[in-house]
């Protein structure tokens, strides 16, 4: 299950995201909100191409992707020397698959920042550093542990230690490890190590209604931060927590209403989980029938035997084919059958790359 961390300083809307989040109304008695402890939650992800599937199949169960969403304490300077949560909120960061960065992006008097004044780009620099600082002690660690073998000779300790130098020369210069262009091989060989800037990063811009946005204000703050993310190769969503938080106690037909009525353009849940999926490089798969339709999560770019293997080993391993179609389709020609008389289904083999949105049933031996 995909594991995304929620990051950022103290009184940022951390807190009023994943509560937002967890909160949500999603059509999946099988993912329901359930908290593993006070921070954690897993959430299903709402797909309106999964919920038609399932119309159309007359399936006794709808079962979305699942998010793991974390809501790390709030992230304060010094962390890395201990400071606040210090090395559990780090610890924490290092068990996720992806960095969700809180980032206040509007001026309001009544609501204190940390720093006094709002200013994005300082705020996403205090973070980075935070992260860099506790890679250059794990990057650091390592390569004194490693040094006996490097100086026996050992061919593996001294390949570590090379692609180890070049994050640590990254690092020092205040670059993310992500910003070192390593080789599959290199990326697998330092992987235990679980560098928290070689994780991907998705920013979330928090607006508020009724206060004074930054991408509103045009005093340069937004376009500065905005530019800083694109330099560090990472993608960014607008979202208004306090509103998303609002919007979940109110019935779902009536959220878009509400929405244009507060001057909210768009569903920033949705759009954050959307980014989610696009800085992970992860699409969507669907099987569907009487009994369930079920979204999978699969990354971009995978085979049909690897697309299968989010099912099941064997689906991989005793692979033969898939008959594959579209989702959109499947669903205008209105049955699984309509469609084969049609010849819109498709069998393909081992090579087929799986795209989203297609909907699949394997065969194996």
């Known amino acids: 299950m995909l594991k995304i961390g929620i990051v950022g300083l103290p009184n940022v809307g951390k807190s009023t995201l994943f509560n937002a989040l967890t909160r949500q109304s999603v059509p999946a008695e ?7 402890d006070p921070s954690v939650g897993v959430v299903g992800v709402p797909d309106d191409r999964l919920d038609n599937l399932a119309k159309l199949s007359g399936s006794e169960k709808t079962i979305p992707a699942a998010i793991e969403f974390v809501d790390i304490a709030g992230l304060v300077k010094g962390a890395s020397e201990g400071e606040g949560l210090g090395n559990q909120f780090l610890s924490h960061i290092r068990e996720v698959d992806a960095i969700l960065e809180m980032v206040r992006f509007f001026d309001d008097p009544d609501v204190i920042h940390v720093h006094g004044e709002v200013d994005p780009v300082r705020d996403i620099e205090v973070i980075n550093l935070e992260l860099i600082l506790a890679d250059q002690q794990s990057v650091a660690g390592r390569r004194e542990r490693i040094m006996r073998d490097v100086r026996a000779g050992s ?13 640590e020369g990254a690092l ?5 490890a992500r910003s070192v262009e390593l080789s599959p091989e290199e990326a697998k060989l330092i992987k235990s190590l ?8 998705l920013y979330a811009l928090n607006g508020k209604t009724g206060g004074h946005n930054l991408n509103e204000v045009n005093d340069g703050r937004a376009e500065a931060a905005i530019d800083l993310i694109k330099s560090l190769g990472s993608q960014y969503v ?5 509103t998303e938080r609002e919007l979940i106690e109110v019935a779902d037909e009536d959220q878009d209403m509400f929405r ?13 989980i959307r980014g989610a999926y696009e800085t992970l490089g992860l699409i969507t798969f669907f099987t569907t029938g009487p009994k369930e339709s079920r979204a999978w999560t699969i990354t971009r770019g995978s085979t049909a035997p690897e697309a299968g293997a989010a099912i099941h080993t064997d689906f991989k391993d005793k692979f033969i084919r898939a008959e594959t179609i579209g989702w959109q389709t499947l669903l205008q020609d209105g049955s ?30």
């Open 336 to 365: 699984w059958s309509a469609a084969r008389d049609k010849g819109d289904i498709r069998t393909e083999g081992k090579t087929y790359v799986v795209q989203d949105g297609d909907v699949m049933v394997f065969l194996h031996s």
């Open 194 to 201: 679980n560098l928290l800037t070689l994780k991907p990063i």
């Open 172 to 176: 020092a210069i205040g670059k993310l």
């Open 30 to 36: 099988n993912y329901p909100f359930c908290t593993i």
């Open 260 to 272: 244009q009525e507060l001057g909210v353009q768009v569903n920033g849940l949705t759009e954050l």
């Open 155 to 167: 061919k593996d300790a001294i390949t570590e230690d090379a692609i180890l130098a070049k994050i």
């Open 238 to 242: 607008h979202v208004d927590a306090g």
